[in-house]
């Protein structure tokens, strides 16, 4: 991974590859950035001018390269836009620098160190640029790049990201930067899960990645294999699962803190390929499924975040990991699964395999009794439709939890949007054969799942519903920090609520 680190340095005397400066749009062309004051005067203090004269209006991801004449030991200087100029007084948001950082780290792979010249006021601006830095620079060539010596592989990730005006003595900074660290490897990890195809990654190879985390950081961890399963009466789990060759687990992975007042639970979705099972989907809907397990390697980076930063809350991490396959063995529409809660579900679509799932380990997790429960999940197309690929919906049976995710998500750069739980969808899932069916009406698709799910959540549990059908696989040309491929979405948004919630800013 890029390695971070924090500089007094000035950027005409740091030995770098690359120089990286923010410019933006005023209202008479562009206007460099604070913290490149240096790089303006290399170049007689006209940088602006030259780089309006390459065509660089300051936009947001812009980026405009140059080669350095004199004044500076670096060779190049890499301008990314900022957008607007902010108002006289103020600084720069932070998902903006991040979102700068990533267009920049993306544009220097193959370079080993690039110095980052953006405007730098305080901590947290600092770990927005390192954040967007180490997101952006991130890459997947597991599968490729193999008879590519290293030393001329131009699409390796930036090798060092250095932050110019950060002072790496001032404890602040330096919590920052290592804060911004540990979550973008945590983001990066979930990527990687999504990223490997499921011919290697399955229900039982991730539940020995996340043994192999919880050895590495000293977290207890618990897998409950077919028999287990069978045994324990889960059966949405064994329902979704039975199809396939690898049969599914359900996954416990905890983190406690001895000073922790409260509990969260994460429970993710870990549908690690989706073929619709008997419900088969049709072509052009299959290529990117293996990505139907997003939310389970959300739940678990994020668990895996939280013990790198050290947080006083304790939380518990369940994945629900099963492959939707079709088969002599496989659920058929029509079919009632008694589930690990004692409620019977008709499947009317096998296809809606995931609340199946889901809906187990809820009711497990419910037993602990957390302060909160926390579900991450790829569930319905019904969301994307209504917030298209870069936005999550977010449900919950508490509407002051609901509006405190909704504003986390903003404070750590995901877009996500608050979602109703109409209570007349529920009837549409009304059925004279079982206590529900895992279908009800077609419009309002999303809501509806969410809806099946509250069902089956501990009485007098506060509880959340992501639904990251949108923005957990992106399939177009990368932006900002945004990588083509898996995302890691809301990774960062269940962190800062772990941290809200050691701060006991959540009640």
Request: aromatic content about 4%.
């Amino acid at each position: 991974m890029t390695a971070l680190t924090l500089s007094t340095s000035s950027a005409a005397t740091l030995r770098a590859d690359a120089i990286v400066v923010g410019v933006a749009k005023g209202p008479k062309g562009p206007v460099v950035a604070p913290g490149a004051e240096a790089v303006d005067k290399a170049f007689d203090g006209k940088l602006a001018t030259v780089l309006e004269t390459l065509g660089a209006g300051g936009g947001e991801g812009e980026v405009t390269k140059l080669p350095v004449l004199s004044g500076l030991k670096a060779p190049v200087v890499l301008a990314v836009g900022l957008g607007d100029l902010p108002a006289e007084g103020d600084g720069f948001d932070e998902e903006t620098l991040r979102r700068a950082a990533g267009s920049a780290a993306r544009a220097l792979a193959g370079t080993k160190k690039a110095a980052f010249a953006l405007p730098v006021e305080d901590a947290e601006s600092v770990a927005a640029i390192g954040e967007g830095a180490l997101l952006g620079a991130y890459s997947y060539a597991t599968y490729r790049n193999k008879g590519v010596a290293k030393k001329d592989d131009k699409s390796a990730p930036l090798a060092e990201a250095a932050i110019l005006g950060a002072k790496p003595r001032d404890k602040a900074f330096k919590a920052a930067a290592e804060r911004a660290a540990a979550v973008a490897a945590e983001v990066n990890r979930a990527r990687d899960l999504v990223n490997i195809p499921s011919n290697d990654l399955n229900p039982k190879t991730f539940a020995a990645e996340v043994q192999t985390a919880a050895k590495e950081f000293g977290l207890k961890v618990e897998v409950l294999d077919e028999k287990a399963l069978l045994k324990g009466g889960y059966g949405g789990l064994m329902g979704v699962g039975q199809g396939s060759a690898t049969p599914p687990r359900l996954v416990r992975l905890a983190y406690t803190h001895p000073k922790a007042a409260k509990t969260l639970a994460l429970v993710g979705k870990g549908i690690t390929y989706d073929s619709g099972g008997i419900s088969l989907k049709p072509a052009g809907h299959n290529e990117t499924m293996k990505c139907d397990m997003a939310g389970a390697a959300a739940v678990f980076a994020a668990v895996v975040a939280v013990a790198r930063l050290g947080l006083e809350v304790n939380v518990t991490g369940w994945l629900a990991l099963a492959e939707n396959m079709p088969s002599g063995n496989a659920t058929r529409p029509g079919d009632v699964l008694k589930m690990y809660s004692g409620k019977t579900v008709e499947v009317l679509n096998t296809d809606a395999e995931g609340r199946l799932v889901l809906a187990d380990a809820l009711t497990r997790a419910s037993e602990e009794n957390p302060d909160a429960i926390i579900d991450v999940a790829t569930l319905t197309g019904a969301m994307v439709l209504a917030l298209g690929n870069r936005t999550f919906g977010v449900m919950a049976n508490d509407d002051a939890f609901r509006t405190a995710l909704y504003e986390i998500a903003g404070e750590v750069g995901e877009q996500a949007w608050p979602m109703p739980l109409p209570a007349e969808l529920r009837k549409s899932m009304d059925t004279p054969v079982a206590d529900l069916a895992n279908m009800g009406e077609r419009m309002g698709g999303g809501l509806v799942a969410g809806l099946f799910l509250q069902e089956f959540v501990g009485e007098g549990i506060t509880w959340a519903h992501l639904d990251i059908a949108g923005p957990a696989f992106h399939e177009s040309a990368p932006y900002g920090y945004t990588p083509k491929g898996g995302t890691g979405s809301s990774v960062r948004t269940l962190v800062r609520l772990a941290e809200r919630t050691a701060d006991g800013d959540l009640g």
